[in-house]
């Protein structure tokens, strides 16, 4: 059974297509982001 729900589980994966998403969220979106990190320090933990 647990190897049935591995393969169940990649083949998911697999087929996985990412939902469309506007243009103008996406640009403010990694703005953010770069915005973000360059507010921070780099840390490792």
Request: no cysteine; hydrophobic share 40%.
């Amino acid at each position: 059974m647990q190897k049935r729900a591995s393969e169940s589980a990649k083949q998911v994966l697999v087929e996985y297509e990412m939902p469309p998403l506007d243009e103008g969220i996406n640009e403010a979106l990694l703005d953010f982001v770069k915005r973000k990190k360059a507010s921070m320090a780099d840390t490792w933990y």
